[in-house]
Each structure stands twice: as structure tokens, then as C-alpha cells.
């Protein structure tokens, strides 16, 4: 059987051969392709017979095979081609095997590409062929043979007038059959070469199927080809217009994928570039503006990028002569769907046309974009799942216009934006926010209804619940300057109704700067508030300075428990509020000293007091902190009284004014203790402002102040602040009325602390920012001048306070400050007699054991020489202590060391001293003040001229002139130890 089948499929392939053998005399020449070089076979009745009905469908199909590779490749006689297929034509019949008709289909196939030239009216009898034969699965191979046909859609020869339905009736099939892309392809062909012979009708078919297949597309390949046949549509044909709302609906929804955003936007493009273009524009709108269409957001999403994009975008269409405000409205109808793809592309959109041409736009314009601006807004507020991408954009338009506000260029509503602003404040950036204030600002005057309401209303959003120190500091910048401007007016309503439910709890909040600028408005308010309200701000003030050292226990005050107590542990940064507090206390009460009423001074003075005794309680040495007690103490000890123990303090120029209104503390004799308000001196009484009205003077008690520099003297540790405290207590306790309105023990008790302080060896050791080289004799030449001072007030110092004070000066004779103790101690020995009987012998042996120096000459010959006309201070001396004057003054005689002023000097208390002596001891004296008057002067020297001969007779006069005013009987002096001796 298989020989047998061999030797038949040879024997066919030979009658082939034999069937189709060539004409070698024949070359055939065609039309369209130009020369055919093919050779041309003939058809046999044979070969017909073997594929005709007569043979089986087996070999008329295995025939059909193999002739097909033939005829695709020779060229055919004529009239060969109407014979084959009338032999094949009945293997198309439906009822025919499918595998029959598809080898008939793909013999036709070839038999049209190997003859395509030759086919004549052929070529319209196998369209109907392919068009009539309605088998389904047949559709394949009927694409392919019409593909060959009409060269891929490029020739519709001879069935121009039916392609057009045919492809339109058998398009929904194919894509059916999952041949979608293939059909697509030939149509693009078949509308580019063939447009002129499809109606409108049957393009708006193929455009409408087009757009379903698009739309329902699981490829992009699909896709690809969908559009491409809607570009060659617009490109090469005339899109009608009954199909431009499908037209667009496809490509608005084709946009939203990311691989066709680029040829959709050139489709659209294109289209609106055509006559079409303001109608597509309508169309759109009218898709935005479709309630039907809410849910669509794809849809709505590419409307609204491309009429935003067509109009005002990059790639705008010049074509289009449309303007925004007939466009907008319907972007706001579609923020309706409450989708955030197309609330997203709205706010691009709009970002877009304000920043390009934002400052063209005029009101009607701006109203619109106002209302979407709105829309937006409530849609992010409304909904928790908006992007931060929608939100970061919608940022950016609020500040492009912001920016437009600015510039002047804004031609919309500002009351509108900044009320979009305002809504989204707790996001907006600072600059944003900031430019919100300053607009709600400019409604904030007595011209404007609820003005005052208005204001309360920007405290409580923008201050007391809003956490940004800029914004909040610009807000108290504007209720500053509400109240520069109206509180000649409305001062007492805006303190009660802002600044103290506003401010009354600044202490506690934590951010110290603006708890720095809360405290400069409300100095600078208390400084022009004559009511009680100032009562009430400067209580708030006095939460402020105490706040950082509400955290920390009170230590004692004492040395002893200063030096066991811990520094308080507060940033020094956050004390910037507690400086300025304390500064503008001072300030005002510098202001409130000379005005009514006298009790806001007087408050200012208890605060400031009690603030410097908190710094010592609780040991707070930050840098701050000490900047403070220099200005307090500053304050403090520029205070003086008059003799009507008026207060005052120096002006710029250093002069002082006393005020009218207030008085130091006046002392009562019996209780030692001191009124707050005392009846006026009758000199004040003819002042008082109101005639027949007793004005009524407040006390202060300054009492309170020398507590303070008491605390000071005992518990600081700063160089600098301890060292202006001694300078300025210098001076102040040359003001007598000022010093002694208070307790008499404060007198005694700084008395005991100086000498304390003098005696004490380690207080260097506790002192801080000390310069690098600080030796105890320049501490101590801070403390002899207040020592001195205080030797004035002997009468109120006990005997065992005088002995401390004067022993403190005799233990400075040794020691740097030796000239300073000894004009302290002449002072003394004038003012404090009693004591210095007893303790002038120690006095006088330690000034002798002090070298003899031209800067101690005066100083101490003065000293010697106010005790001669003080009798009863030497009244019990003894030998032992003239020897110690006459030790003293020898030193000075030596007049080559010395000038004549001081040689003069020397000699007369020398003098002096031994002419009161008493007679005993004069013999003795007398070899010793010899002995000493050469030793001072030695022999071989005496010749030489002595250095006051050298002066002009006329200063030698005038010389004689001043000493005379030591003796009561003017005389000349002996200048030689001779003349001196001859003289005793």
C-alpha cells in the first residue's frame, strides 16, 4: 500500500509538471507592476479535471495545496483564472467541510497574488465572493483573501461604491473573531488611499464601532489601532459631525492611559484644528456639564485637559478663539462629581491659565475661578482621602494668586480669597497666613462695625490656638498697632476686651519669643495707661518675671545656704521675655515716678525688688539673670531724696528731678516704721493740682531696696554686678535723707557685712568672670570708699560696729589701699571720737610701720595733723604713742625725696606735736626728733642746694603764704635741721 501510494503521489506530481509546463516561446508584459519576466504556464483539462467536482475532495484538496505555491508564483494563461475557480467555486458552499473552504479560500488567496495584474473584472467577482460568503469562521481567511485583493486596502479597483458598507457590515464579525487589530490596519489603509468613495454615513459608522472597539479594548495593541484609524479619519477624510461626541468621548477616556497621552492630545489636536474644533470645544463642555456623566471620571478628567490644554496650555490651538469665562463654568460643574482624578486636573488646569495669564484676567473671570477655588476647598475639607498631590497644587494656586494680590494684579475679589485663605489657614504656609493677617488688619479700625469683635476674632484664630511664631508675633504686632492708633479712645475696651483675655496667661506659654514680644506690648501699654487697668498688666507681668523660678525650691538666703544651694537649671535663651520684662519695668517706673496714680510706681518698685530677692533665693547666676541685677540695682541706686524726702532719679544729662508724688519712707521715731501713704509737707500741699484738694502722696519704702543690696552684699557671686553695687552704694550713701528713711539696723547690718566682707578670705575664691590677674587689694580698693562713706553715719551705728569698721581700715593701712584707709580714718577720728580713743595707739603704730611714699605724705601728715585739735583723742597718750607720730612725720622731711610742700608739712606737725607733748617728755623727744631730722638728711648732702631752692622767690612766698595757715601766728619755718633744733 505505501509503494502504491508512492508510485500515485509521483505519478501526480508529474502530471503537474506535465499540466503547468511553460510556453518557452511566450513572455507576458503587465500593466500596474510594470514588465512581468514570469513565465506563463498553461492549464490543462487535465488539471482542471483533477480539481473539478468529477475527481475526490481528498485529491482536489491535496491538489489545491500544491497548485497553490503555483499559481502564486507563475503567471497563468488567460482566461485560467475564471477556469480554476469554476472548477473550486463549490467547495465555498457553506455546506462544504470548513477544511475544504479554507483551502478554496487560501487557493484564491494565492491565485490573486499571482495574478493580481491579470485579473480584470475578476477582481469584482471574488469581492462579492469574499463579501457573500457569510460563514463566520470563515472570516480569517476571507480578511486575508480581501487583504490580497485590494493590496491591504490600498486598491479598491472595480468595488470602490461596496467596500465601504462591506467593511462596515463585517467590522463588528471581525473583532468578534479577535481580529481587531488586522481589520483595524486595513481600514487605516483603505481610509487613506480610498476616502473619496466613503460616505459620510459609512464613516461615521466605521468611526462608531472604532470608538467601541476602543473603549472596550483589552490590548493596547487594539488601542493603537483604534486610534490610528481615528487619525487617519481626521487626517484624510472628514470626520461628520453626528459622530464627534463618540469621537471625543473615546479620546477623552484613551488620554488617562499613560502610553497613548501623547497621541491622543496630537489626535485632539488635530481635530480641534479642523472646522470642527469650536464644536468639539462645546462638546466637551457639554460632557463636563452632563449629570449623567458624574461617575465617568476618566471622561471628565480628559475634557477637562483638553480644553484647559487647547485654550490656554502648551500646545494651545491658535484656531480656537474662545476665552475662559466660557469655559470655566463648566469645569465647576464638574467638580460635582467629588472625584479627586478630576478635582487633580481642575486645579492643574486653572494653575496653569492663572499663572500664564493670570494678570489678563479680568473680574468676570476671577469670580469664576473664586468659585471653583471654593469648590475645591470644600471638596479637600470633605474629603479625608485627598492626595497630597491634590493638595500640594491646590497650595500652588493659592499662592500664585497670593502672589498676583501682591503685585497689584489681581482683579477678583479679596475678600473671597482671603476668605479661601482663612478656611485653609492651619495649612497654608507662614508667608500665606501672614498676608491673611495683614489684610483682616485693615478692617480693624473705629470705622468699621464690630471692629473690636473683629479683632478678638484674629487673637483667638491666629494667637491663642495657632503654633507658629511668626504668625503669631505678626498678630501682636497688629493689635500694637490698634492700640497706638485708638487708645486715646478706646483704651479701656481693648484691655478688657483683647489684652487681658488675650495676654493674661502669656507666662505659661511656651514660646519664649513670643512671650518676648507679648511683654514689649504690654510695657509699652502699661507706659501710657493711667487707669487700673495698668494694675492688671503689670500683674501679668509680674507672672512673667517669676516664671522661671516657679520650678525651683527656695534655698536660703543666708552665705552659708548660698553656697549649698544648685543653680537653677533654666536656658538662658529662654530668659529673653524675663530681660525685657524687667527693662520696661524699669523704663516705666522711671515714667510712672513723676505721674498719677503714684501706686502703679510703687507697684513697679515692689516687683522689681521682689524679682532681684528671687535671683538669690533661688541662686540663678545664668548670664541673663545678671544682666537683670545690673539693671535693677542700677535703678535702685540712682535713686535719691531731697530734703523734703522727695524721690527722684537723674535725667540723660545727669541732673535729677524729684517728684511731686511720692516720698521715701519717713521714719517714725517711736516705732522705727513707715506709712505707705503720709500726709504731704506743707510745701507740697501748695502745689497740689486740684485747688482746695489735699494731694495725696504715696511712701515708698527704699527700705525694701537696701534689703536688696544687703542680699546682694552677702549672696552674689558675679564680679561685675557686686562691683557696680559698691560703686553706686558709694554715692548713694552721700544722700543722707535717702539712706536713713528706712530701718536704723539696715545701717548697722551693712555695716557688719562690709567688714565681714573685708575680713573674708575665700570671697574671691566664689567670685565669678574675675579678670585674669585680681588681687584682694583691688577688691578691697572697691570696698574702703563705701567703708569711708559710712564712717558719716557713726550716730547710727553702735560702739561694736565703729570698732569693727574702724579696725577694718586700720588693716588696710598695710595694704594697697593704704591711702584710701587713711583718709578713712581722718574721717573717723572726726566723726567717731569715742571710738578712736581707744583704738587710735593700734592706729598709729600701724601708720608707723607704713613706708614713707610721696603718694601717702599728704594723706597721712593730714591725718596727723587733725589729731593736734582733737585733745581729747590724745589726752592719755604716753610716751610709746608720740614716738609713733614723730616716727610717722620724720620720713617726710627729707627734702630731696619730697617737695617743699610736704617737707613743710612735716616740720610743722613735727612741731606741733612736741609743743603739745607734755614737759616730761620733751627732754626725751628731743634727741630722738634730732637724731631723726639727720638721719633724713645726710652730712654730706646739707651743702648741696635743696630742691625748693630752685622755686621763684614768688613761689617761696606763696609757700610760705599756705603753710602759715597750719599755725594761728604766721611765721617762717625752719627749713635745716639747725634752724629746727634752735627752734624746739
Known amino acids: 500500500m505505501a509503494k502504491q501510494g508512492g508510485k500515485e503521489s509521483t505519478t501526480l506530481k508529474d502530471k503537474v509538471k506535465q499540466l503547468f509546463r511553460p510556453k518557452p516561446s511566450r513572455v507576458v508584459t ?28 481528498n485529491n482536489r484538496l491535496k491538489a489545491l495545496r500544491e497548485f497553490g505555491d503555483i499559481v502564486a508564483s507563475r503567471l497563468l494563461e488567460d482566461n485560467a483564472v475564471e477556469a480554476l475557480w469554476l472548477n473550486i467555486s463549490d467547495l465555498l458552499d457553506p455546506q462544504a467541510s470548513a477544511e475544504a473552504r479554507h483551502i478554496a479560500l487560501r487557493f484564491v488567496q494565492s491565485l490573486i497574488l499571482g495574478q493580481y495584474d491579470r485579473l480584470g473584472i475578476m477582481r469584482a467577482h471574488f ?46 464579525d471581525a473583532v468578534s473573531y479577535g481580529r481587531t487589530f488586522e481589520f483595524m490596519t486595513l481600514m487605516v489603509n483603505v481610509i487613506k488611499f480610498n476616502s473619496s468613495f466613503l460616505d459620510e454615513e459609512i464613516v461615521a459608522g466605521l468611526v462608531r464601532h472604532t470608538c467601541n ?125 467629588n472625584n479627586p482624578i478630576v478635582a487633580y486636573e481642575v486645579v492643574l488646569i486653572i ?74 489657614a492651619n495649612k497654608r504656609p507662614e508667608s500665606s497666613v501672614l498676608l491673611l493677617v495683614s489684610y483682616r488688619a485693615q478692617s480693624i479700625h473705629p470705622a468699621k462695625d464690630s471692629w ?45 476686651g483683647v489684652v487681658l483675655p488675650q495676654l493674661g496667661q502669656i507666662a505659661d506659654d511656651p514660646d519664649v519669643e513670643v512671650r518676648n514680644v507679648a511683654v514689649q506690648l504690654l510695657m509699652d501699654l502699661a507706659q501710657t495707661c493711667n487707669t487700673e487697668r495698668c494694675l492688671d498688666i503689670l500683674n501679668i507681668i509680674e507672672k512673667v518675671i517669676s516664671r522661671p523660678m516657679d520650678t525651683k525650691k527656695p534655698v536660703s538666703a543666708t552665705p552659708e545656704g548660698a553656697a549649698e544651694a544648685k543653680p537653677a537649671a533654666v536656658d538662658d535663651s529662654q530668659l529673653a521675655d524675663i530681660q525685657t520684662a524687667v527693662h520696661g519695668l524699669i523704663e516705666l517706673f522711671q515714667t510712672k515716678l513723676y505721674k498719677l496714680p503714684s501706686t502703679h510706681a510703687c507697684q513697679v518698685y515692689d516687683m522689681l525688688i521682689g524679682h532681684v530677692q528671687s535671683h538669690y533665693q533661688h541662686h540663678y547666676m545664668a548670664h541673663t539673670a545678671c544682666q537683670i541685677r545690673l539693671q535693677v540695682f542700677t535703678c535702685l541706686l540712682h535713686l535719691r531724696a531731697d530734703s523734703l524726702h522727695r524721690l527722684g532719679l537723674p535725667d540723660k544729662d545727669g541732673n535729677y528731678k524729684f517728684t511731686a508724688y511720692i516720698t521715701c519712707d519717713a521714719k517714725d521715731p517711736g516705732s522705727g516704721r513707715s506709712s505707705r501713704a503720709t500726709s504731704p509737707p506743707s510745701s507740697l500741699k501748695a502745689k497740689s493740682p486740684t485747688p482746695g484738694a489735699t494731694l495725696k502722696i504715696s511712701s515708698l519704702p527704699f527700705s525694701k531696696a537696701f534689703s536688696a543690696i544687703l542680699t546682694c552684699l552677702s549672696n552674689e557671686t558675679e564680679w561685675e554686678v557686686l562691683r557696680l553695687v559698691l560703686q553706686k552704694l558709694t554715692e548713694a550713701l552721700q544722700n543722707k535723707a535717702l539712706i ?139 610716751e610709746e604713742q608720740y614716738m609713733s607720730i614723730f616716727a610717722i612725720a620724720l620720713p617726710y622731711t627729707n627734702p630731696f625725696k619730697f617737695s617743699q610742700y610736704i617737707v613743710a608739712m612735716a616740720h610743722h606737725v613735727i612741731a606741733m606735736w612736741f609743743i603739745r607733748c607734755r614737759l616730761p617728755f620733751r627732754r626725751s623727744f628731743v634727741q630722738y626728733i634730732t637724731k631723726g631730722l639727720k638721719s633724713n638728711v645726710p652730712m654730706e648732702e646739707r651743702s648741696v642746694s635743696s630742691p625748693s631752692s630752685h622755686h621763684s622767690p614768688s613761689t617761696q612766698e606763696e609757700f610760705r603764704k599756705r603753710s602759715a595757715s597750719f599755725t594761728e601766728r604766721p611765721r617762717r619755718l625752719a627749713t635745716t635741721p639747725e634752724q629746727l633744733i634752735s627752734y624746739l
Not at 465572493?129 to 479597483?157: C, W, Y
Not at 548697722?748 to 590677674?773: D, F, N, W, Y
Not at 563705701?786 to 595694704?815: F, I, N, P
Open 30 to 57: 503587465s500593466g500596474i507592476h510594470g514588465k512581468d519576466t514570469r513565465e506563463e504556464i498553461t492549464c490543462t483539462p487535465e488539471l482542471l479535471k483533477e480539481i473539478g467536482p468529477e475527481s475526490p475532495l
Open 351 to 424: 494653575h496653569r491659565l492663572i499663572k500664564k495669564y493670570g494678570k489678563d484676567l479680568q473680574q468676570v473671570t476671577w469670580e469664576i475661578l473664586t468659585d471653583i477655588l471654593e469648590a475645591l476647598l470644600k471638596y479637600i475639607q470633605t474629603s479625608p482621602g485627598a492626595s497630597e498631590s491634590l493638595l500640594m497644587n491646590f497650595h500652588s494656586v493659592l499662592s500664585t494668586v497670593e502672589f498676583l494680590h501682591e503685585n497689584k494684579c489681581f482683579n477678583g475679589s479679596s475678600e473671597r480669597l482671603f476668605g479661601i485663605i482663612e478656611k485653609f
Open 127 to 172: 469581492f462579492r465572493v469574499v463579501r457573500h460568503h457569510q460563514v463566520f469562521e470563515d472570516i480569517p481567511e476571507r480578511l486575508e483573501v480581501f487583504k490580497a485583493l485590494s493590496d491591504n486596502g490600498k486598491d479598491i479597483t472595480n468595488f470602490e461604491e461596496e467596500t465601504g458598507p462591506f467593511l462596515l457590515e463585517w467590522m463588528p
Open 740 to 878: 536713713l528713711s528706712g530701718h536704723v539696723s539696715s545701717v548697722e547690718e551693712l555695716s557688719s557685712r562690709l567688714c565681714a566682707m573685708v575680713g573674708q578670705r575665700t570671697i574671691l575664691e566664689k567670685l565669678q568672670h574675675t579678670p585674669k590677674e585680681f588681687p584682694r587689694s583691688e577688691f578691697q580698693s572697691h570696698m574702703y570708699p563705701v567703708l569711708t562713706a559710712l564712717a558719716t553715719y557713726h550716730a547710727h551705728l553702735d560702739q561694736l560696729r565703729q570698732r569693727e569698721l574702724v579696725r577694718c581700715l586700720e588693716s588696710g593701712l598695710v595694704s594697697k589701699c593704704a591711702r584710701q584707709c587713711v583718709c578713712a580714718l581722718t574721717v573717723c577720728s572726726l566723726e567717731m571720737r569715742d571710738v578712736m580713743v581707744k583704738m587710735l595707739p593700734s592706729v598709729l603704730l600701724r601708720l608707723s610701720q607704713i613706708s614713707a611714699t610721696v603718694a601717702m605724705a599728704i594723706p597721712v601728715l593730714e591725718f596727723l595733723s587733725g589729731l593736734i585739735r582733737l585733745p581729747h583723742l590724745y589726752a592719755n597718750f604716753v
Open 213 to 337: 472597539v476602543c473603549n472596550q479594548a483589552n490590548s493596547e495593541e487594539e488601542i493603537e489601532a483604534s486610534l490610528r484609524v481615528l487619525d487617519a479619519v481626521v487626517c484624510y477624510s472628514c470626520l461628520p459631525s453626528e459622530s464627534l461626541y463618540q469621537f471625543i468621548t473615546t479620546l477623552c477616556r484613551t488620554i488617562n492611559v499613560d502610553k497613548f497621552c501623547q497621541t491622543s492630545w496630537k489626535l485632539m489636536r488635530n481635530l480641534l484644528g479642523t472646522h470642527l474644533g469650536h464644536s468639539s470645544i462645546y462638546t466637551m463642555c457639554t460632557i463636563l456639564q452632563d449629570s449623567h456623566n458624574r461617575s465617568d471620571h476618566q471622561l471628565l478628567r480628559g475634557a477637562v485637559f483638553y480644553v484647559g490644554m487647547s485654550l490656554w496650555g502648551a500646545g494651545r490651538v491658535n484656531s480656537l478663539r474662545l476665552t475662559p469665562t466660557s469655559v470655566l463654568p463648566s469645569f465647576l460643574q464638574a467638580l460635582s462629581s
Open 452 to 496: 473690636i469683635l473683629n479683632l478678638q476674632n484674629l487673637m483667638d484664630k491666629y494667637f491663642r490656638y495657632e503654633l507658629r511664631t511668626p504668625i503669631r508675633i505678626k498678630v501682636l504686632d497688629v493689635l500694637s498697632a490698634v492700640l497706638s492708633s485708638t487708645r486715646h479712645l478706646y483704651e479701656e475696651n481693648l484691655i478688657e
